[in-house]
């Protein structure tokens, strides 16, 4: 379900509460008459419930359909959410294998230009080649350090997702008690949500080369402007 | 030549600068948003390599302000940034991007865009 139809969902709801307060306002205004002036009459009584009854049933409804909608964008987020920091967890031991792997090629190449240097006659040759493969796999373990730049982002996404969930938590209690409204913690987490402009909610370490693919395509059809 | 670099990430400028290093380019200046690169443009600036998602100033919105500018017009700016779906690509273009790179991203692609772009920058 989208967030509009839950937004909505959620505001009808709102003044239906409002409704039914008012009229239970009306209802506990209409017992103190029946109070304060034993004359009037009772038979508007079973209509004055009635109102009430109809109320209640349409709040009823309002508060099933708000449920609903909650429950599936609050899945739907937290499902995405999940998935991002599932992603996160990936791209991290994806880089730090690479890196290993790379460390440990360097730790052999490392031993090659010992074996190289012990030599009666030591190969220069052989060794320059090393070496510049050594630099290689130094700034391949550089490279993979991207996975930092794109895992904060996702990290930032997930992060502002929790910041929208307890928001609307908050906004549901506050229909319950206002004082939450001006609830500092509340006030705190939402000044600290991620800036929306420094993260992209799509960002991944994944399909690296297609995603590239895609970009050079529309680069070559629609011709870039000219520098 | 001299490049400007430009992301808020100071992991992936050192990336950047270190691929361009590696490539030849030893002349960089970097900035972490929009806003801090204009105020480090001039015209001793031939390149600019920038990120899209920063704060203050967005890579696009900073492309949009340099292309304003008469030391900014023809300058090449490749974009270097996770953004990857078609409509953030075209934007990025419309923005006045000369070309775009995915992160993650390898440095021969890197060397391939910058390559593509230098008779505009050496013009």
């Given at each position: 379900m989208s967030d509009s139809r839950a937004q909505t969902a959620y505001y009808e709801s709102e003044a239906a509460l409002r409704l039914v307060d008012k009229e239970l306002d009306q209802l506990r205004d209409g017992a103190e008459a029946v109070s304060r002036f034993v004359t009037v009459s009772l038979a508007d009584l079973p209509l004055i419930l009635e109102r009430a009854n109809n109320q209640i049933r349409a709040v009823l409804s309002h508060l099933r359909e708000t449920r609903q909608a909650l429950q599936s964008t609050t899945f739907e987020k937290l499902q995405t959410t999940h998935d991002k920091i599932k992603e996160v967890t990936s791209a991290t031991e994806d880089a730090a294998i690479n890196i290993m792997d790379a460390c440990d090629r360097a730790s052999q190449i490392v031993d090659e230009l010992d074996t190289i240097d012990a030599?009666?006659?030591?190969d220069r040759g052989k060794a320059t080649e090393l070496r510049a493969t050594l630099r290689d796999e130094l700034f391949m373990m550089m490279g993979a350090l991207q996975f930092q730049d794109i895992t904060s982002q996702q990290l930032a996404h997930a992060s502002s997702v929790l910041v929208e969930m307890e928001t609307r938590l908050a906004d549901i209690a506050n229909l319950f008690d206002s004082s939450l409204a001006t609830d500092p913690p509340l006030a705190t987490l939402q000044a600290g949500a991620p800036d929306e402009r420094t993260y992209d909610p799509n960002a991944t370490t994944r399909n690296a080369e297609q995603r590239q693919h895609l970009a050079d395509e529309i680069f070559t059809a629609v011709k870039a402007p000219a520098a | 030549m001299k490049f400007l670099v430009v992301d808020d990430s100071a992991t992936m400028r050192r990336i950047v600068i270190n691929s361009l290093q590696r490539i030849g380019f030893n002349d960089t200046v970097e900035a972490g948003d929009g806003q801090e690169a204009l105020a480090k443009f001039?015209?001793?600036?031939?390149f600019v390599i920038t990120d899209w998602n920063?704060?203050?100033?967005t890579g696009t919105e900073f492309t949009k302000v340099l292309r304003s500018r008469d030391d900014g017009r023809h300058v090449p700016v490749l974009m270097v940034t996770a953004r990857s779906v078609k409509e953030d690509i075209l934007t990025a273009m419309e923005a006045g991007v000369n070309n775009y790179i995915v992160k993650p991203f390898t440095p021969q692609v890197l060397k391939e865009k910058i390559d593509a772009l230098l008779p505009a920058a050496a013009a």
């Open positions: 030599a009666e006659t030591p | 001039d015209s001793s600036v031939k920063m704060p203050n100033m």
